[in-house]
């Protein structure tokens, strides 16, 4: 209980209505059925009916964003007159509808950890820096899909974003820099000299 107050309930860099949209497109997309306090929890921090149907859509699209992935790994070469990466971003804003793109861009970040989707999740974290998201903001959404998502996806997403970070895919700030260049981030397998399986 107390962790979870900490988590998902005290107030840290979104406000209620950011973080609660959050939650709601991680529950729905992980179909979590038992947490409908959040829909309450939205309205309250003023969220809109108009604002809870794009977190039904936005939701929706972000489930089935797979498509992406697949077409990445096995159509590109057909396709190339389709830029996946421009595709991705056009699509997730016209499913964000009344939801600014500061807010719904990490809430699908959220719902690709949670679901294991990485590879769209390395695409959601590059589309935050490039629509100057605040990284506090990222990762506090990216923290509310660890009770519905899991602890492990949650350090795996971790993982995803410190190899942006590293490889110099986004610009970081010198706080989330410094992050990157810590060592010891991997758990056991870093101190077992052992490769983790990737995804």
């Not at 107030?11 to 497109?25: S, T, Y």
Request: proline share 5%; glycine share 6%.
């Amino acid at each position: 209980d107390a962790l979870y107050t900490a988590l998902a309930l005290e107030k840290k860099v979104l406000d209620e209505r950011a973080r609660e949209f959050v939650w709601l497109c991680v529950l729905i997309a992980t179909d979590e059925a038992l947490a409908s306090h959040h829909i309450a929890k939205f309205r309250q921090g003023g969220g809109t009916a108009e604002e809870i149907a794009a977190a039904i859509r936005l939701a929706a699209w972000a489930v089935g964003a797979r498509a992406y992935t697949f077409i990445a790994e096995h159509w590109a070469p057909h396709l190339p007159d389709i830029a996946l990466d421009d595709r991705y971003a056009a699509d997730l804003a016209l499913n964000a509808g009344a939801m600014a793109l500061r807010v719904a861009i990490p809430a699908v970040a959220a719902v690709h950890a949670a679901r294991g989707d990485f590879a769209l999740l390395a695409r959601a974290i590059m589309l935050a820096y490039a629509h100057a998201v605040p990284e506090p903001e990222l990762a506090e959404a990216l923290s509310v899909m660890m009770f519905p998502g899991s602890v492990p996806r949650y350090v795996e997403a971790a993982r995803v974003w410190l190899d942006l970070i590293r490889a110099g895919a986004v610009r970081p700030s010198p706080a989330f820099a410094a992050w990157a260049r810590l060592e010891g981030q991997g758990g056991f397998h870093e101190a077992a000299g052992v490769a983790p399986a990737r995804q």
